[in-house]
C-alpha cells in the first residue's frame, strides 16, 4: 500500500507546474523595457578665432560644396574639401573658416570675375583689375596653400610651417586679423565681410550638424 504521501507528489508536482506557467507568461506579457534614446548633442560652437581646430569633417564639408553649386563633379567636391582640411591642419588654421572663405570668394567655385577656375586662386590673391586679375598658381593644392598661409599671415605671428608659397605674405600686418570680424576693412574692403563669413559658417554648421551653432564670447565685431 502507498503512502498517503506519495499520492499527494503527482498533484503537487501539477501546482507548481501551473504557477511556474503562469509566472512565466506574465513575465513574457511584460513589455521589454527600451532604452532611452540619447539627446541630439549641440553643435559646436561658432568659429571665429582663426588660428583654431575645425570641426566639420571632409564629407560634410564636400555635400556643403556641392549643395550649393550642383554643378561641381563629386570628385570637384572631394578634392576641395580635403584640400582646405589637410593644408589647414598643417598651419593650424581653421579649416571651415577658410572653406567658407573660399566659397565667399568664388562663389562656391563659380568664380565669373576676374579669376578664372585655371588660375587656381580660391581667395582672390591679388586681384585688383583687368591689369592685375591676380595670382595664379600651378595645382589646386599650391593654390590652397597660399589662401592658407595668406590667413595665417592675418591671424598670427607664429612662422609658418610648410615651404611659402603665398607670393604676398610679406605685405600682410602679422596677426593684425586674429578673428573673421578683423579680415573686414583688411583681407576686404568690404565692412560686412566678416560678417558674411559668419552667415556662410552659421549655414555650414546647420547644414553639417542639423541645427544652429551656439554664439560664442567672440561673435560680436569689434
Not at 24 to 52: D, F, G, H, N
Amino acid at each position: 500500500m502507498k503512502h498517503p504521501l506519495h499520492r499527494a507528489l503527482p498533484f503537487c508536482a501539477l501546482i507548481l507546474s501551473i504557477i511556474l506557467g503562469s509566472c512565466t507568461s506574465i513575465s513574457a506579457s511584460r513589455p521589454a523595457s527600451v532604452p532611452e534614446k540619447p539627446a541630439p548633442q549641440p553643435p559646436p560652437p561658432l568659429p571665429t578665432q582663426i588660428m583654431s581646430q575645425g570641426k566639420v569633417p571632409v564629407s560634410e564639408l564636400s555635400r556643403f560644396l556641392k549643395k550649393n553649386n550642383p554643378a561641381l563633379s563629386e570628385e570637384q567636391v572631394i578634392l576641395m574639401a580635403g584640400l582646405y582640411h589637410d593644408e589647414a591642419a598643417s598651419e593650424g588654421v581653421n579649416a571651415d573658416i577658410a572653406f567658407v572663405q573660399m566659397c565667399l570668394e568664388t562663389s562656391f567655385l563659380r568664380f565669373g570675375g576676374l579669376v578664372t577656375p585655371d588660375m587656381h586662386n580660391y581667395c582672390g590673391l591679388g586681384s585688383i583689375g583687368p591689369e592685375k586679375p591676380g595670382e595664379r598658381f600651378s595645382t589646386a593644392q599650391m593654390g590652397v596653400r597660399a589662401h592658407i598661409q595668406h590667413l595665417k599671415a592675418y591671424a598670427s605671428t607664429e612662422t609658418l610651417r610648410l615651404s611659402l608659397v603665398d607670393p604676398r605674405f610679406k605685405y600682410v600686418k602679422r596677426g593684425s586679423a586674429p578673428t573673421i570680424y578683423d579680415l573686414a576693412g583688411r583681407w576686404a574692403s568690404d565692412r560686412e565681410y566678416g560678417k558674411k563669413l559668419e552667415g556662410l559658417l552659421v549655414r555650414l554648421y546647420q547644414s553639417a550638424f542639423g541645427t544652429a551653432p551656439l554664439a560664442t564670447a567672440t561673435q560680436s565685431p569689434r
